[in-house]
């Protein structure tokens, strides 16, 4: 996302996708599979399979991080995963938990539960698809950068908070929710520090960092994959006294079951307002993600079709057992960078986490918990965008321009940790608004210019 946004910072007209006649709904695998032959496949297969790998620890994480269990991440990633491939408008878009959701799927299930949460995912699906067949997939990514910047920022540190425990093995009962009550609770507690947690997961996040430096094979094998395997090994082999994820939940070695979700928790409005929140902030991750990929391949996606396929990834996702899921931009681009081409990589790799789920259990619950706060806190670092935090200050535009940027970046970034998603979207939102109407009023002439 961050390499996306310093693109379109610099230049938003450069960067509008020049749109196709699509229709209303026209998936991208109807297309790829005339003439597809078999160097395609044995590529999209190859691909798959590494962002399979890349999913997997990803996706155990990121459910934890959300509040829910590891079987959730893994059912989201193999149900939304393969259906949003194979309805989608990208060829190469990969769907799935991604940590943007995270607070705010933890929030819902801490006010209503996987009940409540299932049924605002299943009704976020069915709003994403109203906006596909509106045809307004051309519009939502169009969310001011500053305000994406801010809530991204915000969200990254709010993960980077919710593993603090993890990461110190501090013991305490507690289940804060909020971001700054996370933050006291470690504070009230460090002394409870485990020394060897912390070593333990200091050593994996290393091990994140270096690995990529690595000549030759840093760059194929996904860093979070080997500091998983290491940890695996060093609680199998060495016998560390840590925690896992086996000794705190329960993993079963069997294919996501359908569920028919409650759907009497919307009668809740906070329980509706969740569904259109989810809604909005999928669609306008996916589209983003969409737009990365069509950089990098120099194809087009069909923006309506993504949504559509969005909202039926969300809807299978939630009557799967699964937590609301999006299009993700690092698996998407790994996905580019290891060969594929069609929408049969991201079917293939939703296929490969389902056979790791039937026959890899007792290996993942080897999985230490310091590994897991690891690798979210490498993903908070890599969604926290400072880079991006730095472009929006240091960049020379207007005056009144830069003050505006500023403000809502900060403004959506704070109240983002202090309150909520929520808030943070609508305050920067209105921030940007209200100031249209004044330079309106005062007669301005280059409104799209400056508020593009």
Not at 138 to 144: A, F, G, L, N, S
Not at 386 to 410: G, P, S, Y
Request: charge should be positive.
């Amino acid at each position: 996302m961050n390499r996306f946004l310093e693109v379109s910072s610099m230049n938003a007209e450069a960067n509008e996708t020049v749109m196709v006649n699509e229709g209303v709904f026209r998936p991208k695998l109807l297309e790829c599979l005339k003439g597809y032959g078999f160097s395609q496949l044995t590529g999209d297969l190859i691909a798959g399979l590494i962002v399979a790998i890349i999913a997997l620890p990803l996706s155990i994480a990121l459910a934890l991080a959300s509040g829910a269990g590891p079987e959730e991440g893994l059912y989201t990633a193999i149900a939304a995963g393969f259906v949003v491939s194979a309805f989608g408008g990208c060829k190469v878009q990969i769907a799935g938990p991604t940590a943007a959701f995270a607070t705010i799927v933890a929030g819902i299930i801490a006010r209503n539960g996987m009940a409540g949460l299932a049924a605002s995912a299943f009704a976020a699906g069915l709003i994403i698809i109203v906006l596909g067949l509106f045809k307004l997939g051309k519009h939502i990514h169009k969310m001011p950068y500053p305000i994406v910047v801010g809530f991204t920022g915000g969200i990254a540190i709010s993960i980077l908070f919710g593993q603090l425990k993890d990461f110190f093995g501090l013991a305490y009962s507690e289940k804060p929710v909020e971001t700054l009550d996370k933050l006291l609770c470690f504070f009230k507690h460090i002394g409870s520090t485990d020394s060897s947690t912390l070593v333990f997961a200091s050593a994996a996040l290393a091990v994140i960092f270096i690995w990529p430096l690595v000549p030759r094979i840093g760059k194929r094998i996904p860093a979070a994959f080997i500091a998983v395997v290491l940890g695996i090994i060093a609680v199998s082999v060495f016998k560390a006294d840590v925690k896992t994820i086996g000794g705190l939940y329960v993993i079963r070695p069997q294919a996501p079951r359908f569920i028919v979700p409650d759907f009497r928790p919307l009668l809740d409005f906070t329980v509706l307002s969740d569904a259109v929140v989810i809604a909005l902030l999928a669609s306008v991750e996916s589209l983003l993600s969409a737009k990365v990929a069509d950089e990098m391949t120099g194809d087009r996606h069909y923006p309506n079709t993504e949504l559509i396929a969005q909202g039926l990834g969300n809807m299978a996702s939630a009557v799967f057992g699964g937590i609301p899921a999006t299009g993700a931009i690092a698996r998407t681009a790994a996905n580019i960078k290891n060969g594929g081409k069609t929408p049969i990589a991201g079917m293939f790799h939703a296929i490969a986490l389902l056979l790791s789920l039937l026959f890899l259990v007792p290996c993942m619950s080897l999985i230490p918990m310091p590994v897991i706060a690891a690798i979210l806190f490498s993903v908070a670092y890599n969604m926290s965008g400072w880079r991006n935090f730095r472009n929006i200050i240091t960049e020379r535009v207007a005056k009144d321009k830069k003050i505006l940027n500023i403000v809502e970046l900060f403004a959506t970034f704070i109240l983002t940790i202090c309150f909520d998603l929520i808030v943070a979207i609508i305050a920067g939102i209105s921030i940007h608004v209200v100031a249209y109407l004044l330079h309106f009023r005062k007669g301005k002439q280059n409104l799209r210019k400056l508020f593009q």
